[in-house]
């Protein structure tokens, strides 16, 4: 990493940290749950002087990288229908964000310090960039040429914002994860990039534990100790459902005039009331954090179980779930049969929603239990078992 020109105030430092250092607890986690067999490279792979995971997952932890550009290819193949568009016409931050939900997507990153990012979601028409330089943010639509401006008023205290869907926001999501239901180990290493890396891999240590999960692979460049790629695999095998990685990386400072918009542009201020601090889509959040926003949803939010089969349990408004066939009209009823399976147990009845990662069921009585787990654990938990 270039130093800084000169050294960063408390709140840049706070905010670096924040972004840049996996959790003490994570780095420090039980010999019990990471593995200490060194990488052992395979045919073609790069030779890599020999690392532990608890030594890789605390290089991931220390690394300092402020500093860099590149290409990311996403793909998600969660099961969902395409989600472009929902934004609006022109495409809004978080209808762009949405697209990643499915498909193949092409972002451009790039970082100079804790005040200087970019992130532009590329497609075949046009370009949709987000930037912040300082306490400046624009969203910016290059088919259009409009950009909406906002502004972060102290942004030196502000949380920092995430560069959302690439590789190290997704590892250090799973990392936050580990526990003793965990098992983390090195596999070998690899080249990202045209750079030489370790391979992180993340996965229940029972294979049976009813998680939807299968593993997560992480590839950490061996320099850097930054995650290059991410891909989680479902427990069913198949492709895999998320795969974000860096097709081009540069660790150089990127050109001042990445985090300026062109002369062109035509900018509006955001209201005021839409002026939210930072870029950030979410995923900066563990799983059982996302399950506690669903608490304004329904209502009686309770978590249940830990690790890798957490379910979220929680009432629909008003404490109805989807509608009998027999009470609506012959098309709506074949419409609800498409909607999902129906199932029954010694909680009642109700209808499981299904996608290769994320299940849900509905019970006919207005209960809503989610989470990254078989639905045959839904109905195990429904029924009550934890």
């Not at 008023?153 to 690439?166: I, N, Y």
């Amino acid at each position: 990493m270039a130093p800084n020109d000169s050294a960063p105030n408390d709140g840049a430092r706070r905010r670096t940290m924040a972004r840049y250092a996996v959790p003490v607890a994570v780095a420090g986690v039980a010999a019990a749950t990471i593995g200490l067999v060194p990488a052992l490279a395979a045919a073609g792979d790069p030779e890599l002087p020999e690392i532990t995971a608890q030594q890789l997952v605390e290089k991931i932890a220390a690394s300092d990288v402020e500093r860099l550009s590149g290409t990311v290819k996403v793909t998600a193949d969660l099961g969902l229908p395409s989600l472009g568009g929902l934004g609006g016409p022109g495409g809004d931050e978080g209808g762009k964000l949405m697209e990643l939900a499915s498909g193949t997507h092409t972002l451009r990153v790039a970082a100079d310090g804790p005040e200087k990012q970019r992130l532009t979601f590329v497609d075949d028409a046009a370009e949709y960039s987000l930037i912040r330089n300082g306490d400046d943010v624009w969203a910016y639509d290059g088919a259009s040429k409009e950009a909406v401006h906002s502004t972060e008023a102290g942004a030196g205290d502000a949380p920092e914002p995430e560069l959302p869907a690439t590789p190290k926001d997704l590892a250090d999501q799973a990392l936050k994860a580990v526990d003793d239901t965990t098992s983390v180990t090195v596999d070998g290493t690899t080249r990202i990039a045209g750079r030489d890396a370790y391979q992180l891999l993340i996965k229940p240590k029972q294979s049976d534990s009813g998680s939807t999960i299968g593993s997560i692979r992480v590839a950490v460049d061996a320099e850097k100790g930054v995650p290059l790629k991410f891909t989680l695999t479902p427990s069913d095998g198949g492709k895999a459902a998320i795969d974000a990685g860096f097709t081009k990386v540069d660790f150089g400072t990127p050109a001042a005039a990445t985090f300026a918009l062109p002369k062109d542009a035509k900018v509006t201020e955001a209201p005021e009331e839409a002026q939210e601090p930072g870029l950030k889509p979410g995923l900066e959040k563990a799983p059982e954090e996302f399950a506690k926003d669903f608490a304004g949803v329904g209502g009686g939010l309770e978590v249940i179980g830990e690790g890798w089969t957490t379910v979220a349990r929680l009432n629909t408004p008003g404490g109805k779930g989807v509608p009998a066939k027999e009470d609506v009209p012959a098309e709506a009823g074949a419409f609800l049969d498409g909607l999902g399976d129906k199932v029954s147990g010694t909680f009642g009845s109700g209808t499981v929603f299904k996608t290769r990662l994320v299940n849900a069921l509905l019970t006919d009585d207005g209960r809503v239990y989610a989470g990254a787990v078989t639905p045959e654990k839904l109905v195990a938990v429904a029924n009550g078992e934890k």
